[in-house]
């Protein structure tokens, strides 16, 4: 399978090892990248904020883009998802108002949860797990912007989303049932207002323990650097990445680049899969 | 349904046409609070978000120039989600900062208008986000110069930001988007 692939700025600077996950993952599922070249910054929360027409235009340079390639186009970032759809919808509704000759493209701008969710993937994903990440409870964190608002995501479940629930179990952890899947983690004000974000966040990992988990995974990378950074001293939740999780699963290794990228100690995912190594070795 | 102004001799003609032509529909509210009551950050909010809708509604547009909220909406669209009329109350959130900066109304929480500010600014620069260029820049100029030095060294020995940009080849593709292409008719 062949896809366009934007990473936006946050997976080419302090979410690298998200990238990095990812594009190993692809590997092992036969999934092939193609990353736009000269791609810009889609504006994510800022431009939308203050300046609609270039949010929109920069986002649409990207689809251009894209357009002239053909395939699907992969977005792991849920803010360029969201902004990229934002533009995607605004063309097809009105190409011509954007300057547009002409926008009906049959490929779509499409996100992490839900290439990873579809069921042929899911499938192929459980055969290749090596090390089943067995016992390892995870709270399972989507936020905002990969899912709201509906008219512009498409996504079906926006209230009671499952697409992390899905993986989770298909790679052998445990989902824990908890309150807050879809709260917003406030990334957006982290900087300018950490009081807030610590606040939100203080909420967000205590429901995660209340429910019983280890750690969270989410595919937003600002969620994950908001949740591992603005959460009170001592609560030690890391919060994982689901391709991250899924290519530790798949490979049976957990590089120690990745690990060095938490600001939490992902501790509970190596001693996971030394303890595995442990038993087999002892098996044979 | 877009109805005639709620309160049509206090109302601005001018800021209600906008709505209607990004089809924010204001006047479809009916007062139910579900947007309030999901709202992640209402409790540091000077205005409620039901009240913002409301007051959009009559027009009363400096008011609401003039308050927190709108610099403290975090966007995250639970809100508009929820709405049972359909109003897109985010966008309305994002009309109201883009009003207040052209008007060079000073943001009633002036260190989340300088964040966005340093963030476009350097895609402006570079095509991208330069993440430590616009941290240094944001720090310069809301004054909040020691703030997550701690963390921002975490981040560094993390490996997690990049010292130097990586600017695009295209740069004057975004330079013109920036310079208001598109704005000839004041969108
Ligand atoms: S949810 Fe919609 S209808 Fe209800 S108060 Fe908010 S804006 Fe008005
Ligand atoms: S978009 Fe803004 S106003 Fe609406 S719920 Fe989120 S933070 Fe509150």
């Not at chain 2, 003039?66 to 639970?78: P, Q």
């Amino acid at each position: 399978m062949k896809l366009s692939y934007y990473p936006g700025c946050s997976l080419k600077g302090s979410a690298a090892d998200y990238d990095d996950s990812l594009h190993r993952l692809c590997a092992h599922l036969d999934i092939d990248l193609v990353e736009l070249v000269d791609w810009n910054c889609c504006g994510a929360s800022s431009a939308h904020m203050l300046n609609h027409e270039a949010g929109m235009r920069l986002a649409m340079r990207t689809l251009q883009q894209a357009a002239g390639i053909g395939h699907d186009l992969l977005v792991p970032c849920a803010a360029c998802f969201q902004r990229l759809k934002a533009a995607d919808r605004a063309l097809r509704r009105d190409a011509e108002y954007w300057d547009e000759p002409d926008y009906s493209p049959a490929w779509q701008v499409i996100h992490i949860s839900s290439l990873l969710a579809a069921p042929e993937l899911l499938a192929r994903i459980k055969k290749a797990v090596s090390r089943p990440l067995t016992g390892l409870k995870l709270a399972c964190y989507y936020g905002c912007l990969s899912l709201r608002p509906p008219k512009v995501t498409a996504a079906e479940n926006w209230e009671q989303p499952d697409t992390l629930e899905r993986l989770v179990a298909a790679i052998g952890a445990e989902p824990v049932r908890w309150s807050h899947r879809t709260e917003c983690c406030s990334g957006s004000l982290t900087m300018a207002r950490p009081d807030i974000a610590e606040r939100l966040v203080a909420d967000i990992v205590a429901a995660a323990a209340r429910a019983g988990a280890e750690a969270l995974v989410t595919d937003c990378p600002m969620c994950q650097a908001n949740v591992e950074s603005r959460q009170p001293a001592g609560t030690g939740l890391p919060v994982f990445y689901s391709s991250e999780l899924a290519e530790a699963a798949i490979s049976g290794s957990y590089p120690s680049r990745q690990r060095r990228a938490h600001l939490v100690d992902p501790g509970v995912l190596s001693r996971l899969l030394a303890t595995a190594q442990a038993v087999e070795g002892g098996a044979r | 349904m877009v109805d005639k102004p709620i309160c049509p001799t206090a109302s601005r003609g001018k800021f209600l046409q906008k709505l209607q032509q990004r089809e924010i529909d204001v006047q479809a509210c009916f007062q139910c609070g579900r947007c309030s009551a999901g709202c992640p950050v209402a409790e540091y909010f000077d205005l409620s978000v039901m009240a913002v809708v409301r007051l959009a509604a009559y027009g009363e547009e400096e008011r609401l120039l003039h308050s927190r909220t709108i610099w403290l909406c975090a966007a995250c669209e639970t809100c508009a989600s929820r709405c049972p009329n359909g109003i897109e109350i985010a966008g309305l959130m994002d009309i109201l900062r883009e009003l207040a900066c052209r008007k060079g109304i000073t943001a009633a929480e002036p260190r989340v208008a300088a964040f966005h500010q340093a963030f476009l600014a350097s895609v402006g620069r570079w095509g991208r986000v330069y993440e430590m260029g616009m941290i240094a820049s944001y720090k310069l100029h809301s004054g909040d110069l020691t703030g997550d030095l701690p963390l921002g060294l975490r981040m560094v020995a993390r490996g997690r930001l990049r010292m130097l940009p990586e600017p695009i080849a295209e740069r004057s593709a975004v330079a013109e988007i920036f310079a208001g292409k598109g704005r000839e008719y004041e969108r």
